[in-house]
C-alpha cells in the first residue's frame, strides 16, 4: 500500500488506490511500466539524454522517481489503461521469472563447486 505513497499527492494517491482496489495488482505494474517506459523509452529526448547517461543503477533509479514525479499524473493514468496487461499476462510473466531463477541459481551452485 505504500508504493508510489512518497511520489504523489494525497489526492492522486488516493485515486491510485481506488483503481487498485476494483481492479488489483496489475495496476501498480501497469503505472510502474509506464514510469519506466516514460523515462527510458518515449520520454521527451532529453530526458531519455538522460537515462542513458547514468552511470549506474541507483543514478537510474532516481532518475525513474524524478520521471514519475514530473509526468502528469492523468496522463500516466490514461497511458496506464492503455497497456494491455492481464491477470494471464502477469502470470506467464512470474512463470518465466520463477524459471529464470531457478536457472540462475542452479548456475551459481555450479559456479561454487
Known sequence: M???????RAPQL????DIFFCEGVKVLFRLALVIVCETLDVGPSD???RAHQ???AMDLVT???QTAKELPFDLLLTKMDKL????IHLAQACKQARQQLSLDTKTMQNRKK
Open 2 to 8: 505504500t508504493l508510489f505513497s512518497r511520489t504523489y
Open 14 to 17: 488516493y485515486r491510485l488506490w
Open 47 to 49: 530526458l531519455v539524454t
Open 54 to 56: 547514468c552511470d549506474n
Open 63 to 65: 532518475l525513474i522517481k
Open 84 to 87: 494491455p496487461l492481464s491477470d
